[in-house]
């Protein structure tokens, strides 16, 4: 996954990733399927794209998971990708060929059958067109795609890859039609045709509009009769406002830290009806170090920094706690969690050692550091978060820091300009796997765009893991890569996010929409009157 913008750099979009539930009544009887009861869900991202070769972005990927099939999914609560359009797939050769045989029956929307050539096109086309912001890094390790049969597909890799079945679990294994998606081009107009067990009926700035596609053949198992979703496009005030008057069943992805501690200490939430419910994310962020940089790129100074970032404080001043500590780069549920900058650093402020890194390095005056911020991506709470880290830093008398902020295109294009000594960045995985969290960033090419490589994990650790099939195997040599990272320190990770539903009683299947693949199941969701 190489330098440039992509989905996996918006953690956290206008605050923590939160779901808010309201409505009215009490458990009783499910709505039944076919009912005229929809679910009206409000999120503060837009959808930027509507065309899978081009989305790579958390709205657009909520609506490619939702009307779009891939061959495989990823269950609720399962990190591991089980057959979705597909009904079987396999390796062979060592993990560089992979087949899959479709299930019979399958459809798009418009009422074309789906066959393996559509398969073939699919991702040979998002290849091809290698939009700037879409999911070809994704698919770089296939080499050819053959289709001996209507119903069979063959991926041809270049590499053993043994993480490709979660890839094309992803939103990067979207199938369109090949009869309707231009080789070449973008399919415009906000025009979909999918196979996924919804089908997008219209679009605007302000909302898109799901209903129920009755020709699906899949997994899902849809308990609503269809979704609208309202998009805020930032604007956190007006979907809490939404929220407020009842206009939304669910405010997804917006709300701040501020206002989901708030309602979680309410005195009055349990009088109204109101639960704070908790669920698992793998969103991550971490503080990056150019280490080209004439300040950090000095490790002592990096040690220092390490020794004096108290997360806990940060995170119950900043977060209000609801997000958690992390001392991995690898998070808590994915294979290959440890905790390596822990055992190295500690936890909490460490002035006497952070002063011993230095002075045994001859830095003896303080450090004069900038730690640059983008609120427009990463969430409102990110420039108080790296003000706060400043202020650590300088409390200890060792340096003296401050905080700066700029839009997000700026920041990107600062980075990759190596302008910066120390930035932060967010990541949404792709797919549940240790491989998503370590390659794209320590990898050849990486998207930190911090002049960090190292030999040990780009040419034995990375190939290594990925043609190893069983990837519960694949955690000691993960803890292996952490444990460089940690010493040579060319990020410190900070916190891993929590999801969060606040919920009436009339709501029911958000527990199965907040896990560690991060895709949000509408299917899933339905109301009891």
Known sequence: MKVRTRRSSTLIAGGLAVVLLTGC???????????????????????????????YDPGSWLLFNNVFQSL?????????????????????????TYTCTLRDGLKFSNGNSLT?????????????????????????????I????????????????AIFPSKIASGA??????????????????????????????IDKSKAVFSVYSGYHGTAEVKNSGVTLKLFQGDQQALKSSLEKGEVDIAYRGLTAKAIAALDTSPTAGKDGIDVVQGSSAEVQHMVFNMADPVVGKLAVRKAIAYLVDRNSLLSEVYQSTATPLYSVVPVGITGHGTSFFDMYGDGAQPRKARNVLRDA???????????????????????????????????????????????????????????????????????????????????????SNNYE?????????????????????????????????????????????????????VRGLQKCLDTSTVFRFWELTTAY
């Not at 009490?26 to 794209?49: R, T, Y």
């Not at 999914?73 to 060592?94: R, Y």
């Not at 053959?146 to 890859?161: A, G």
């Not at 999801?499 to 009339?506: I, S, T």
């Open 146 to 161: 053959s289709t001996p049969s209507e119903k069979t597909v063959v991926f041809h890799l270049k590499v053993p890859d």
């Open 116 to 144: 393996s050539a559509d398969v073939k096109y699919s991702f040979d086309r998002a290849i091809g067109i290698n939009d700037p912001a879409g999911p070809a890094p994704l698919l770089s390790t296939i080499s050819s």
């Open 362 to 448: 001859g830095i003896t005056s303080k450090v004069r550091l900038t730690l640059w911020s983008t609120p427009s991506r990463y969430g409102p709470a990110t420039d108080d978060e790296l003000r706060a880290i400043a202020d650590q830093l300088n409390k200890s008398g060792l340096f003296d820091a401050r905080m700066k902020t700029v839009p997000f295109d700026q920041y990107e294009k600062d980075i990759a300009d190596g302008k910066y000594g120390v930035y932060v960045k967010g990541w949404v995985p792709d797919y549940p796997d240790p491989d998503n969290f370590t390659q794209p960033f320590f990898g050849k090419g990486n998207v930190l």
């Open 173 to 202: 294994g979207s199938i369109v039609d090949r009869h309707v998606y231009p080789k070449n081009r973008l399919l415009k107009g906000g025009k979909t045709v999918g196979s996924g067990p919804y089908q997008l009926d219209s």
């Open 25 to 55: 009544g009490s458990q009783h009887q499910i709505w039944p399927f076919g009912s005229k009861e929809q679910m009206v869900v409000g999120m503060s991202d837009g959808i930027l794209a509507t065309d899978p070769a081009a989305g």
């Open 454 to 506: 190292n030999s040990e994990i780009t040419e034995r650790i990375i190939p290594q893991t990925s043609s190893m099939t069983d990837r519960a195997n694949t955690r000691q040599n993960f803890i292996k890569l952490q444990d460089i990272v940690a010493r040579e320190l060319p990020l410190l990770p900070l916190w891993q996010g929590t999801q969060y539903a606040v919920a009436r009683e009339n």
């Open 72 to 96: 495989l999914s990823f269950p609720p609560g399962s990190s591991t990708p089980v057959p979705e359009a597909a009904e079987e797939c396999h390796f062979s050769d060592g993990s560089k």
